[in-house]
């Protein structure tokens, strides 16, 4: 069974931080490309951070750049998304995915292309 989990959302303060985790189980995360994305209410899902396979090259969009860090865990089943300086805007549902062997940082940030596998979200409110 494969299973692929987000977890780590909840309610922020504008300017405060939040840890969001994505565990696998039944895979590995460790020669995939992986991804970070997220939808606001009545818009479309955006990929907002990802991390290649191997050589350990990040994306980040403009709107996240310099307050959000994507990294691997210890664990290789882990991958986590570093969110500070929180703004209302990044209110959202967020998402965790695996892209498909040998998918590329770029492709697998492109919420168009295809993935291996999608959690099923955590709830990210900011607000004062």
């Known amino acids: 069974q494969v299973q692929l989990v987000e977890s780590g959302g909840g309610l922020a303060q504008p300017g405060g931080s939040l840890r969001l985790s994505c565990a696998a189980s039944?895979?590995?995360?460790?020669?995939?490309?992986i991804g970070w994305f997220r939808q606001a209410p009545g818009k479309e899902r955006d990929g907002i951070s990802c991390?290649?396979?191997?050589?350990?090259?990040?994306y980040y969009a403009d709107s996240v750049k310099g307050r959000f860090t994507i990294s691997r865990g210890d664990a290789k089943n882990t991958v986590y998304l570093q969110m500070n300086s929180l703004k209302s805007e990044d209110t959202a549902v967020y998402y965790c995915?695996?892209?498909?062997?040998?998918?590329?940082?770029?492709?697998?940030?492109?919420?168009?292309?295809?993935?291996?596998?999608w959690g099923q979200g955590t709830q990210v409110t900011v607000s004062s």
């Open positions: 995915a695996v892209g498909l062997s040998s998918t590329t940082v770029r492709n697998m940030c492109d919420s168009g292309r295809p993935k291996t596998y």
């Open positions: 991390i290649s396979a191997r050589d350990g090259i990040r």
């Open positions: 039944g895979f590995t995360l460790e020669n995939r490309a």
